[in-house]
């Protein structure tokens, strides 16, 4: 059970750097370093394919492929590849071991088919030249790897469960959903380059409800930067996609603010709260400094670790709270001990 443990730990861990480097290659521009897959020119790496990187980036010098981009775009690559083996090794631990408390043979087994899709993703991502619904979809594959293992973590490591009402239950699976679509909104608003139009805050572009190309926005089958007629995307699509994860924002925060609160009241509960309060206090921290300071790389890295953060701490809060009893009433506590005193009797 040890080696089952660590392995879990360790995938975990991996996952987090996996999930923050993919999200600086893409910050970077390094999403198309190695414009195939899964090799680089089809070679191993970027030092074996140095004459032909060299060569594409003195053609063009702005393009997106340099060989420093390519090595951010193959390390990133490595590490998932790396990931995969040891969720593979997960996924074999657990069927030999199942039956064992803790052990979770199905969902590893499910976790193996999430991260050979996000393997496929990750190759139309480059192979369908950063199409933004891919793109979007290999960030969500990546936080909901990272949500899986986390599970698994806690119960391979039987966490203790907090008896609470059953609207807590509601309250918590709700906010999650809610974060959810709020991380896709933000994962959205990344690829397609659109964390930009809005410089202002908390207006946007000087308006509380600018301008604004909902239609074109939202139209998932089309290509980086055009609409689903080839046209340029224009400022006014971009600043829909921005200006609804800011809207999602409020929603999303208001739920996990309520839940947090909530949470924090009860004695039982309260490291719960505190913890979640905290995550999500820092993570508007960071999206308020992203569009103050002009989405400097390190604070928009940042920004990713900090969903990442909060889907954790979710996972966290709905594992202690899954299959929590209501707690027992005047009557349910008589009865209870009117048995006792009858089978003692």
Known sequence: MTAYRRLILLALALTAVVVVFGAYVRLADAGLGC???????????PHHAADEILETHAADPHGPVSLPKAWKEMIHRYLAA??????????????????????APRLAAALVGVVIFQGLLGKWTVTLLLKPAIVTAHLLGGLTTLALLAWL?????????????????ALARTAFILLALQIALGGWTSTNYAALACADFPSCQGSLWPAADYANAFHVLRELGMTADGDALPLAALTAIHWSHRLGAVLAGAALLALGGALLRRAGTR?????????????????????LLGLPLSLAVAHNVGAGVLVIVMVWINHGLRGARLPATVAQRRARHAGRENSYA
Do not use: K, M
């Open 35 to 45: 414009p195939d897959w899964p090799g680089c020119y089809g070679q191993l790496s």
């Open 82 to 103: 790396s990931l995969g083996l040891l969720i593979l090794a997960i996924a074999f631990l657990a069927w030999r071991r199942r039956g064992t408390p803790g052990v």
């Open 153 to 169: 973590a806690l119960q391979a490591h039987a966490s203790a469960r907090t008896e609470v009402p059953r609207r807590f239950l």
């Open 271 to 291: 490291r719960f709260g505190a913890v979640l309060l905290l995550a999500l206090a820092l993570q508007l921290a960071l999206g308020i400094a992203n569009v």
